[in-house]
C-alpha cells in the first residue's frame, strides 16, 4: 500500500535560514507522482510541485528546490534564506499510476519562521 | 475564474442530524475530489469524481456519507446521522486531467466546509 511518511511535525527556524522538510514514501508501483502543497494559516492548500517518478532530476525554483532520490524514497523540500512568509503546513503526497487516482497526503509538517 | 468554492463554510450541528456541504469546482475542470481533514493530519481522500461518474470511494467513507455530482458540475457531500467523530474540515479539490488516465495534474483546492458535531 502506499505510504506518506513526514517525520518532522513541527520545524522552527529563523528568519533566512535554511530548513529541508523530509519526505520518505512507499509504493509498490514504477509509476508515480510526488507532490508538495503548502497550507497557510488561511487553511487553503496550494500546490507547489509534481514531479513523475521517471523524473529524478532535481528542480530548483526561486528559493524553493526539491532532491528527489528513488534509491532511498525520498523527495525532500528546501527553502533557502526562509521568509516569516513561509511559514505554514508543508504537505508531501503521492498519487499511484495507472488505475489508482487518488493522491495520499503525509501527516504535514509545521513550519515556523522566526522573525 | 473564482476558484473552488465550498459552502458551507462552518457548521455546526447536533448528534443524528444530516449536513450536506456543496462544492463548486473551476469551471473547466472534469475532476473533483472530496477529501477529509482532522487537526493536525493531512488530507484523508474520500472519493472521486470524472464528470458526474464516481470512481473511487475510500473506506472511510461510511454509508452514513454519500456523495453525488448530478451534472459534472458542482457537487454535494451528504452525511447522515452525524457523530461526533464525523467532526473535521471536508475539503474539495478539483483538477483538468484527459482522458480516464492517472491524475497528473495539480488540485485546486477550497477553502473548505468544517463540520462541528455537538
Known amino acids: 500500500a502506499q505510504k506518506v511518511t513526514q517525520a518532522q511535525t513541527e520545524i522552527s527556524v529563523v528568519e533566512k535560514e535554511d530548513v529541508t522538510l523530509d519526505c520518505v514514501y512507499e509504493?509498490?508501483?514504477?509509476?508515480?507522482?510526488l507532490f508538495w502543497y503548502k497550507q497557510p494559516p488561511s487553511g487553503e492548500l496550494v500546490f507547489l510541485i509534481r514531479?513523475?517518478?521517471?523524473?529524478?532530476q532535481n528542480e530548483i525554483s526561486g528559493r524553493y528546490s526539491w532532491n528527489f532520490q528513488k534509491s532511498t524514497s525520498s523527495f525532500n523540500f528546501t527553502i533557502t534564506a526562509s521568509q516569516v512568509v513561509d511559514s505554514a503546513v508543508y504537505f508531501c503526497?503521492?498519487?499511484?499510476?495507472?488505475?489508482?487516482?487518488?493522491?495520499?497526503f503525509g501527516k504535514g509538517t509545521r513550519l515556523h519562521i522566526l522573525p | 475564474d473564482t476558484g473552488v468554492s465550498q459552502d458551507p463554510r462552518h457548521k455546526i450541528t447536533k448528534r443524528g442530524q444530516n449536513v450536506t456541504f456543496r462544492c463548486d469546482p473551476i469551471?473547466?475542470?472534469?475532476?473533483l475530489y472530496w477529501y477529509r481533514q482532522t487537526l493536525g493530519q493531512g488530507p484523508e481522500f474520500l472519493t472521486y469524481?470524472?464528470?458526474?461518474?464516481?470512481?473511487?470511494k475510500s473506506r472511510l467513507l461510511s454509508d452514513r456519507f454519500s456523495a453525488e455530482r448530478p451534472k459534472g458540475s458542482f457537487s454535494t457531500l451528504e452525511i447522515q446521522r452525524t457523530e461526533q467523530g464525523d467532526s473535521a474540515m471536508y475539503l474539495c479539490?478539483?483538477?483538468?486531467?484527459?482522458?480516464?488516465?492517472?491524475?497528473?495534474?495539480?488540485?485546486?483546492f477550497g477553502e473548505g466546509s468544517r463540520l462541528t458535531v455537538l
Open positions: 479539490a478539483s483538477s483538468l486531467t484527459l482522458g480516464r488516465g492517472p491524475n497528473t495534474g495539480e488540485l485546486f
Open positions: 509504493t509498490r508501483d514504477t509509476t508515480y507522482y
Open positions: 514531479r513523475n517518478s521517471f523524473d529524478e
Open positions: 503526497a503521492l498519487s499511484e499510476a495507472p488505475g489508482r487516482d487518488k493522491i495520499i
Open positions: 469551471s473547466e475542470h472534469n475532476r
Open positions: 469524481f470524472q464528470n458526474e461518474a464516481q470512481l473511487e
